[in-house]
Every structure is written in C-alpha cells, then in structure tokens.
C-alpha cells in the first residue's frame, strides 16, 4: 500500500478510519487496552500513509487505502482563483468542427473571447470546468445543423443563453444563477436546426472529492455518534442492573433481620 505514496499526507478522514479499525479490534478481543490506547495515540500523530499502515498491518481489513492522486495536473488537490483563472492573450483554441464525427475541448486549456464551434450530424463538448478564460466574458458561438453541443461549466460562473433554434433549442436552465464575484461570464449564442445546444453545471473533479471526503467524514460523525449512544445505552443498563441487584441484597437484608428479630422475641 505504502510502498506506492508513503509520503502523501494524510487527512483527519484517514486517520478516523484507522481509528475505527483499532476500536472494532478492541470490541473484538484481538487487542488490549493498553495496545488500543499505544496504537490510537499514534494513529492521532500521523502525518503520512507511512505512518499509518503499520498500525493496523496485523488486524482485519488492516489495509488504509492511499488515493489516487494525479501528480501532474493538480496534486494538491487545491482550487485556484478565479482572477489566476482569468488570464488573457488569444486562447488555445477558437474553434471545433463536428461533421458526422465529434469534438471536444476539455482539461487545462485556455477559452477565447469568442469560441466558434460547428456541427452536422455530429456532436461537441465544451468543457469550461478546469479551464482558463481568456477575458471576464467570453462568448461561445454554437451553430448545430441535425446535431448537437454540450457546453459544461463550473458553479460560480454566469450564464447566459441567446441561441435562437428552429425545430431544435437551446438550453436555458442554467439562466439566471447569479455568478461568484470576480468570476468569468459566459454568453452562449449561436443557431440550432433540427439540433440542440445543452448547457450543463458540474461540479469540478476536485470539488467532488472534497464533496465525497465531506460525506464521508459525516459518516464517520454519525458512527461515533450511534457507537457513543450505545455505549451509553449499555452502562445506563448496567447501572439500573447494579441498583437492581443492590436493592434485592437490601432487601433479603431486611428479611434475615426481621426474622432473626421475630425469633429472639419468640424465644423471649
């Protein structure tokens, strides 16, 4: 496991999953208190995947799953500005051609101020989410004839749709969401015959890992929580058990006293 990415920090999610293996042992008799106590404290000092993969080597599903990480387009995971994102000159591309075939423009590149795009009897795909703009506004130009466009585009940014179709569309439903401050505005125009223009918001790739790692920490949450709610659940009953069987040992107290005192009147 380590041997690919030993060295790759790990987050809080990582180290609660070790954590729950450490307590499922616990529960389970493989380990005692005083190991489940050495192997947690270091489970919360670990900053690495290398340190925590020997900690539960020995135990079931022992295993912490390193990620995938793209080395090259954005290790860090981190998200850039939009003014970074915003970064002028001509564009990478200004136009794409579909006929009876398809297109696409997707990834790191960069969108001009005006982008032309073409199909017949085919299709393209305009992917805005990881790319860099050109201009604060920018216009892409979709002339669809019996074919179709896709223009997918990252939350925060304002669209706007002014296609004019003729037994076809354009998609309007991305219209009016109001855009993040300092974020690009993109203006969708063009002419749809028999074809369509779609207009899509998705999340970026490292927004959905961050949307994951968030779900998965709540889920993390509502474990401990239940696991807390039973423990606490288990010692309310020991204690009423306790009570129970201290009161019943007072009570045969009481018993063996009033006999031995009934007796010692019947003897008087």
């Given at each position: 496991?380590?041997?690919?990415?030993?060295?790759l920090?790990?987050?809080d999610a990582?180290?609660?999953?070790?954590?729950?293996?450490?307590r499922?042992?616990?529960?389970e008799?493989?380990l005692?208190?005083?190991?489940f106590?050495?192997?947690l404290?270091?489970?919360?000092?670990?900053?690495?995947?290398?340190?925590?993969?020997?900690?539960t080597r020995?135990?079931?599903v022992?295993?912490v799953a390193?990620?995938?990480?793209d080395?090259v387009?954005?290790?860090?995971?981190?998200?850039?500005?939009?003014a970074e994102?915003?970064?002028?000159?001509?564009?990478?591309?200004t136009?794409?051609?579909?006929?009876?075939?398809?297109?696409?423009r997707?990834?790191?590149?960069?969108?001009p101020k005006?982008?032309?795009?073409?199909?017949?009897?085919?299709?393209?795909e305009i992917d805005?989410?990881?790319?860099n703009?050109?201009?604060?506004?920018?216009?892409?130009?979709?002339?669809a004839?019996?074919?179709?466009?896709?223009?997918?585009?990252?939350p925060g940014?304002?669209?706007?749709v002014?296609g004019?179709?003729?037994?076809?569309?354009?998609?309007?439903?991305?219209?009016?969401?109001?855009g993040d401050?300092?974020?690009?505005?993109?203006?969708?125009?063009?002419?749809?015959?028999?074809?369509?223009?779609?207009?899509?918001r998705?999340?970026?790739?490292t927004?959905?890992?961050?949307?994951?790692e968030?779900r998965?920490r709540?889920?993390?949450?509502?474990r401990?929580?239940?696991?807390e709610?039973r423990?606490?659940?288990?010692?309310?009953?020991?204690?009423?058990?306790?009570?129970m069987?201290?009161?019943h040992?007072?009570?045969?107290?009481?018993?063996?006293?009033?006999r031995e005192r009934?007796?010692e009147?019947?003897?008087?």
């Amino acid at each position: 496991m380590t041997d690919d990415a030993p060295e790759l920090r790990a987050s809080d999610a990582d180290r609660e999953r070790v954590a729950e293996v450490l307590r499922d042992a616990l529960a389970e008799g493989r380990l005692d208190m005083e190991e489940f106590e050495e192997r947690l404290d270091a489970t919360y000092r670990a900053r690495t995947y290398g340190e925590l993969a020997p900690i539960t080597r020995d135990l079931p599903v022992g295993e912490v799953a390193v990620p995938k990480v793209d080395m090259v387009k954005n290790a860090g995971g981190a998200e850039t500005s939009w003014a970074e994102r915003i970064v002028g000159g001509e564009g990478s591309s200004t136009w794409g051609v579909a006929v009876l075939s398809g297109f696409q423009r997707k990834g790191r590149w960069t969108v001009p101020k005006r982008f032309n795009c073409f199909s017949f009897w085919g299709g393209g795909e305009i992917d805005l989410r990881e790319a860099n703009f050109a201009d604060r506004e920018i216009q892409i130009n979709c002339v669809a004839i019996m074919g179709g466009m896709q223009v997918i585009v990252p939350p925060g940014v304002e669209v706007v749709v002014r296609g004019i179709g003729i037994m076809g569309g354009f998609d309007h439903r991305e219209e009016g969401v109001p855009g993040d401050p300092g974020a690009p505005r993109v203006i969708v125009t063009g002419f749809a015959f028999w074809g369509g223009v779609g207009v899509e918001r998705k999340l970026t790739r490292t927004q959905r890992q961050e949307l994951r790692e968030e779900r998965r920490r709540e889920k993390l949450e509502r474990r401990a929580a239940a696991r807390e709610l039973r423990e606490t659940i288990r010692d309310d009953v020991r204690e009423a058990h306790r009570r129970m069987i201290e009161g019943h040992h007072d009570l045969m107290g009481e018993m063996r006293g009033r006999r031995e005192r009934r007796r010692e009147r019947d003897e008087d």
